[in-house]
């Protein structure tokens, strides 16, 4: 038998206390109003469970058991104030999430701790609910099961159904049959395609039966998360009373959202092109005449990212009654914003994040606002019609802008605006509000937004060291301007996938360069304005897919410019406004392979530049200082 020792000890007992005290035990858990009426807040909740896991951790330490103090500490999950964390339904039974059979003690403890910060989360949820906050309530109460997943008033304000091998938070669980009917759109033969059903959606599929049930289960978890993101959208805080009180189950709709899902992309292409004039440039569409989505089945996983981006359409138009064409003369950039937005979704298994510095999309909105300067005031882009947006030269510009102001929308100051966002957004579906009430609607003047919004794009080195949470995804990075510490080039260092990165104005080391070493696909680096450490230069061939590298504004010695011959395949290159000069044309004459580079306010003089030009006539050269 193991005993507690030490501090350990004491703050075991101190948790233990506090169970006794909020009447928490192991058993049947108490109905929310028998929990103390003491003052609780989220910080409060984490920070008594982060205590008591500690406890539990160093326990395992000092009884020898250091791997279980380390799987104990992991239990935590990191909040990252810039992403909303959104936990999904689970059918397992507590036991069944964490059992430890050979650590029987440590099992009891852990379940101890995580039925506390479910009943705290329970009593936490009902508060949000009657002080109106619903969406977070209800974001709570998935919470609570994610801890605890029998938590039967939680389970039941949830509208779960509890079977005999367990809880279900469906009321149906896939069916998979062949059509036994032509299908009236697609022309698909009887017996030729699948109907594939679950909760909420209905797909139509000619592509294989493993993919089909696939795409199935993550439209399902799609809805799950979009429902719990927009709660307010619809459904409201006295609804979740009424479902803790037990006076009525939540409602599920009887309608499901059709999918069509297709083969290949040519199959999409030819069967819907002719319907949908345009749907060939696309990899999924939202179709409001059909009331359905489209997409196809590809090994692209991207893919999944304009799933999710149509899907989010369906959901918001069919969701609720609202008018034909919300966006139609004003608005666009909420509309397409918002889907863009859900495309940040990164799922950790039993819960998922949303937004974050590193969501894909958001570097983009980077690299127009803070590299290239690109902004049209939020004034002029709500007042573009879908068809004069579409037809603008910089779209492409305007999109990402799309992406960062969502982003900025739904989470600057800690989520100040997204309640007001979602109500706005519920307004425009309804076509209950005026372009000229749309600030007032939101909260905050364009203006306001205007002046924030590029403060909101930048990024502390802490964030990037703490909260890079799925480095495994990473492919792009804009950074520019942040100063990045050693710190950050390390969390940096462990996105082995990274093809481009942005960290102007941060110094360029030969240690930082070492951290970066296994970023063995990064095919584009930006150091523009960056100070550059004497002999680092040569650490850029450790990048052997560099095609694309900017060193403009950067001021090195003479000597160091030489280590860029070696950059052999770069096709790219500037060094505008540098301090390279004449005395380097051998250097850059050895890169045979370049087709653009940028000389503009260097030294070079104009022999020089026709010398470079001549001895590649492939060679673009911007040369605009002269």
Known sequence: MSFITNRASIQYAAFVALVLLTGISRGAPAHPQELSSDSLDRQTVDGTFATSLDAIAEWCNENGQPALGAKTRELQIARDPGRLTIFLPTEFAADEVIAEPANREWHERIQTARNACAQSLLDLARRKAETGQG??????LHECLHWAPDLSVARQALGHRQTEK??????????????????????WKAGDYLLVTSDDFEIASNADEATTIHLAEQLQRWQWVWR????????NSKNVVRWLDGKSPPSRSSKKFSVFFFQNQDAYVKTMSPLIPGIEISTGYYSDDYKASFFYASSDVGNEATWRHELTHQLFKESISGVPAPFKQNYLWLGEGIALYMESLQDHGGWVTLGGFDSPKLQYARVRKLREGFHIPVAELNAMSAESLQR???????????????????????????????????????????????????GISFAEIDRQYGDFLKVSPEIISRYLLRPQDVTQLSLPGFRLDDDAFQAIGKCHD????????????????????????????????????????????????????????????????????????????????????????ATLLNLKNLRSLNVSGTQLSAANIRTLQKSNPALVLINSGK
């Not at 969406?135 to 709570?140: C, F, I, K, N, S």
């Open 135 to 140: 969406g977070e309530a209800y974001r709570l």
């Open 166 to 187: 367990g809880w279900q938070p469906y009321s149906e669980r896939l069916r998979v049959r062949p059509a036994n009917r032509p299908h009236p759109i697609t022309k």
């Open 228 to 235: 719990q993101v927009f709660f307010d959208y619809w459904s």
């Open 392 to 442: 603008h030269p910089d779209v492409r510009r305007i999109y990402s802008q799309m992406t960062g102001l969502t982003h900025f929308l739904m989470h600057a100051e800690s989520g100040k605006h997204r309640e007001a966002l979602i109500t706005t957004l519920e307004l425009i579906y309804r076509g209950k509000i005026k372009p000229d009430k749309l600030e007032a609607a939101l």
């Open 498 to 585: 990274l093809i481009w990165l942005d960290i102007s104005g941060s110094a360029w080391t030969q240690q930082r360069a070492e951290w970066l070493k296994n970023c063995q696909k990064l095919d584009q680096l930006y150091l523009t304005g960056s100070p550059i450490e004497l002999g680092s230069l040569a650490a850029l061939k450790n990048f052997p897919e560099l095609i694309s590298l900017d060193l403009s504004g950067v001021k090195i010695e003479s000597a160091d410019w030489t280590e860029l011959g070696d950059l052999t395949n770069l096709v790219e290159l500037s060094v505008a406004h540098s301090s390279i000069g004449d005395g380097q044309v």
